[in-house]
């Protein structure tokens, strides 16, 4: 009985950990008024709702910039990355340890420090204030998460498929088009939709690169938050929340084990 009340009790925790900040954000979203000293809200109602999906409102223009800044930077990701990959999980190249270790450097500073530089670079070459310098930020960002993950998928397929492609006559190039990629696709996908939620939610780039004239949906979120408008910010948070959940359920789909046992290999 005990061992049992002892198990529950930590159940409960967790999950008050979990879904208690979840439940706050959707008692705000639909808080009219709330104040002290009451423990719920006063009243109720979808008036902010309303607010943030107003035509003339700045929530979706910034989630429409948002998708598509993200957008962007999974192809610029995807195209350094499965080329990357690919040589990284199949080629014999000299220092491969130390080029990987490379790609987790935007990582391993604080992110802070690191914006600050990259937005006087940028003033200097034009880019601050721009799409394309955002797309480049977010892009330099996610190649942690999209060269990892591809090598890993590339060293997930069998060699022995790509040299009997071979062996039949393909090219090298025919065979890594029709044999290597398709296989290596899932876990390919998997770091893109990594990349997607990674733009998806950077705020710390964006704000430093991309302010004023770039507005995404994590820096409406901060606006929101910081002028006390917690109902439009609790609103933004779960519109953000929803393609985290979906993507990450698609992922643990696509992402094998046997592609992750590969990671860092």
């Known amino acids: ?63 429409a910039t948002s998708v598509s800044i993200a957008s962007l930077v999974v192809v610029v990701a995807l195209a350094v990355s499965v ?50 310098g955002v797309v480049l930020v977010h892009a330099a960002h996610g190649l942690v998460y999209s060269v990892w993950i591809a090598a890993a ?30 296989l290596a696709a899932p876990g390919i996908m998997a770091s893109g939709i990594f990349v997607f939620l990674e733009s998806l939610d950077e705020f710390t780039g964006t704000f430093f690169v991309g302010v004023p004239q770039v507005t995404t949906l994590p820096l409406l979120l901060y606006n929101a938050s910081m002028g006390g408008n917690y109902q439009i910010a609790s609103i933004t948070a779960l519109i953000l929340l929803v393609p985290s959940v979906l993507f990450m359920l698609i992922i643990e789909r696509f992402l094998k084990a046997d592609v992750l046992s590969k990671v860092g290999q």
């Open 153 to 182: 998928a590339f060293a997930a397929v069998d060699r022995d498929l790509e040299l009997a492609a071979r062996n039949m006559g393909a090219s090298p190039l025919r065979a890594f088009a029709t044999v290597t990629l398709p």
């Open 1 to 63: 009985m005990g061992g049992t009340l002892l198990k529950a009790a930590a159940l409960a925790v967790f999950a008050f950990l979990l879904f208690g900040p979840l439940a706050n954000l959707a008692l705000w979203s639909v808080a009219e008024r709330w104040y002290a000293p009451f423990k719920l809200p006063v009243s109720y109602g979808m008036r902010y709702w309303e607010v943030v999906f107003r035509p003339t409102g700045d929530a979706m223009s910034s989630l």
């Open 83 to 132: 080329p990357a990959g690919y040589a990284l999980a199949r080629l014999r190249l000299p220092w491969r340890t130390f080029i990987m270790i490379l790609f987790l450097l935007p990582q391993a500073f604080p992110s802070v420090a690191i914006y600050i530089n990259v937005a006087r670079v940028f003033y200097s070459l034009g880019l601050t204030g721009t799409i394309p």
